[in-house]
């Protein structure tokens, strides 16, 4: 087996799981792990041990930048890394570090970025942000970056103007798991015409959701719609009243989606629904971009 020996380690630390990759200083990764130890779960003096748990097998050869980036950073974290206040550039340069026991750990955390008024916070997201703009230089406009904590975010000039932050996926895991609508909504499926049918919609009412939701329910018990026709429809409701809310911003804008799997798509499925084309990007390979690039910040 080849001893790896990176350069750097980049973290992405959520609030469920733990990504780690070892890094060559031009940003090539030697190496990768994973575990479900997310900040959620650990206590602070939890946190290096499962970072070693991934990366003791890359540890030998002296210290060793590692740059971390997301809930890492929350006042729930390994440390609180204070907040950047918008408008401010994309790549971030206060990096906050992190008292560790090993001798070989240089632990920084990325700041999260905060908004006065409307008052909102990422963590994370700016990091995508970030590594979006090292691959697309120059690109101005705005970027959306569904989760379970979806973000709109204005870009102009390298920097992140303001942001707003939609609960849209959070919302489908409660009504869909503690709902009455639990009953109606399949588990997986999909059904292509009900969820464009639903954003169409929910984009012209937006102020019906509340009884579209239930409607649903309605349908399962008279008129036998399917838990797969429920499910997209459940998705294009609430992604219909984002865009809605959302559509200052994307409305007669430059539109990138970054994010992975089938619910980004369905993004960039909805806005074209309202004739607006978003280029997708996927997420893990912003992050990388990201980290590589405040690792360059960080040694100057």
């Known amino acids: 087996m080849t001893e790896i020996k990176p350069d750097w380690i980049a973290v992405d630390w959520g609030t469920t799981n733990l990504r780690v990759w070892a890094m060559s200083a031009s940003g090539t990764v030697l190496g990768q792990g994973s575990s479900d130890q997310g900040m959620g779960q650990l206590s602070p003096a939890d946190f290096e041990p499962a970072l070693l748990a991934l990366v003791s097998g890359w540890l030998g050869n002296g210290r060793i930048p590692v740059i971390a980036c997301g809930m890492i950073g929350a006042r729930q974290g390994w440390v609180e ?35 006065m008024q409307p008052a909102d ?25 569904p989760g379970t904590h979806s973000k709109w975010v204005h870009i102009s000039a390298n920097e992140i103007v303001s942001f707003q932050t939609f609960m849209t996926g959070e919302l489908f895991a409660i009504l869909t798991g503690h709902s009455v609508l639990q009953h109606s909504v399949g588990d997986d499926g999909w059904d292509d015409d009900q969820f464009s049918q ?60 970054i994010g992975a799997g089938h619910i980004a798509q369905h993004y960039v499925n909805a806005l074209a629904l309202q004739a607006v084309p978003a280029t997708l990007s996927k997420g893990e390979k912003v992050t990388l971009a990201g980290l590589t690039a405040a690792y360059r910040s960080l040694k100057g």
Not at 129 to 145: E, K, R, S
Not at 219 to 226: A, F, G, P
């Open 81 to 115: 890394a204070p907040y950047t206040s918008v408008p401010c550039p994309a790549t971030s340069t206060g990096f906050t570090p992190v008292a560790t026991d090993h001798p070989d750990l240089d632990v920084y955390v990325i700041p999260g970025i905060k908004q």
């Open 198 to 257: 639903a954003v169409q919609d929910t984009l012209a009412r937006p102020e019906r959701i509340a009884a579209g939701l239930f409607t649903l329910r309605a349908e399962t018990l008279l008129l036998d719609l399917s838990p797969q026709a429920a499910r997209a429809r459940l998705s294009g409701q609430l992604i219909g009243a984002e865009l809605a809310a959302a559509r200052p911003y994307w409305l007669g804008q430059n539109v990138a989606v």
């Open 121 to 145: 916070v990422m963590r994370g997201e700016e990091t995508q942000i970030a590594g979006f703009l090292a691959l697309n230089p120059g690109w101005d406009g705005v970027l959306c970056l």
